[in-house]
């Protein structure tokens, strides 16, 4: 089994040689060990949407004065570095720091939960700085606590290419349909990234649209242009099943307990793109997220307004039409229903409404397709003055 220590130097290398350092050891390691080596080096240990928290500050704190009381260094990993060259006991049995071993720790750690799960979290995160040699330490300490970002997608998809022989547009693709680079590496190393299809449950990546200001986005729009009005709220992406509901964020993560409650009446599944809101007022939606437990005990009620689809019942319609997607959308929402919360497919516009609004609107070039993970190169959002 390959050793932590090859992800601890690969983090701390130059950037310009991540790349062929991380090629290198995707194509040295084991199957087993590909996704939880690459999760570690993205600086998560699960989805983004998949339920469990990481330490936090505090616990980490906590951890690291249990090993020594010399503390030292600017963040919280220089301070777990220093702490463990000056560590005060030795973990007992000392285990090897494999690349699993390490992502089954910090995932037992992400999974606690319940009466005395704080206490189980710092014993366990204890135990691996002990077991650690000060730079291991120092990417534990930081992953550990949601500190670090890790490595990009973008050099992690390079990578992926470089070790697998692989097209890197292929590898993103797959990454904008799959947004967790350990199963799309997986993937690509048995050859079957085109197996990765949109799945209603996990979020896509969206597609980026512009902002742009009022005084240069007239000469841009065309008749045809379908405009309708954004507000002023979070952009999400709505999926329905026979069985559920599922929200996501526009960061991917899952806030389906907003939607409490919410139903559809046809035998359809669909993954939508929209805004939620709930008037004028940002703040409201971020509590109504930051609750945690049902919308039905909330005062709260937002509205999602949708203004695309990407899959209709299994089938993936990123490659029609804006305005077949839009009334595709159209069809599928007119049958869900929700005790806590408005879901409607935004109106479109005039064009002299536009000019006279001076409201923030979104200008959707009406036969362009959709560009999983990518920026937009005809639509925009206009902001106002």
Known sequence: MTEYTRIAELLSCRKRDR????????????????????????????????????????????????????????????????????KRQRGIGEPSLTICYVHS??????????????????????????????????????????????????TIAAA???????????????????PEMGHVAEAASTGSLDTIRLTPGIPFVMMEIPHVRITSAHGSIAKSDIICYARRGIRVQLHVSEERSWLFTNRRRDISHVLSGL?????RSAMLEGEMHTGEDLSQITRLINRRRSARRSSIRPSIIIWDAVCIDGKEIVDLEYSERLQLASDVVQNINGETINVSVVEPLEHEELLQS??????????????????????????PR
Not at 54 to 83: F, Q, V, W
Not at 125 to 150: F, K, M, Q
Not at 160 to 178: H, Q, T
Not at 358 to 383: C, E, T
Request: proline share 5%.
């Open 19 to 86: 790349i062929g350092a991380l090629a290198s050891l995707l194509r040295s390691i084991s199957k087993e060990e590909i996704c939880p080596a690459v999760r570690l080096l993205t600086g998560g240990i699960r989805p983004s949407w998949s339920p469990g928290e990481l330490t936090g500050r505090d616990i980490l704190m906590d951890a690291i004065l249990s090993i020594s009381d010399r503390i030292e260094g600017g963040d919280m990993g220089e301070m777990a570095e220093h702490a463990i060259r000056h």
């Open 105 to 154: 720790v910090l995932n037992k750690i992400m999974k606690s939960k319940g009466r005395g799960s704080e206490g189980r979290r710092r014993s366990m995160l204890t135990g691996l700085l002990l077991s650690s040699p000060p730079l291991e330490g120092r990417y534990i300490a930081l992953t550990a606590a949601g500190l670090r970002s890790g490595i990009g997608p973008r």
């Open 160 to 178: 992926i290419s470089r070790a697998y022989g692989v097209d890197v547009e292929k590898v993103w693709a797959a990454y904008s349909r799959l």
């Open 263 to 267: 139903k559809t009446e046809a035998s």
């Open 358 to 383: 001076g409201l923030p609107v979104m200008v959707r070039a009406q036969s362009a397709p959709y560009l999983l993970g990518k920026r937009s190169r005809v639509d925009f959002q206009i902001v």
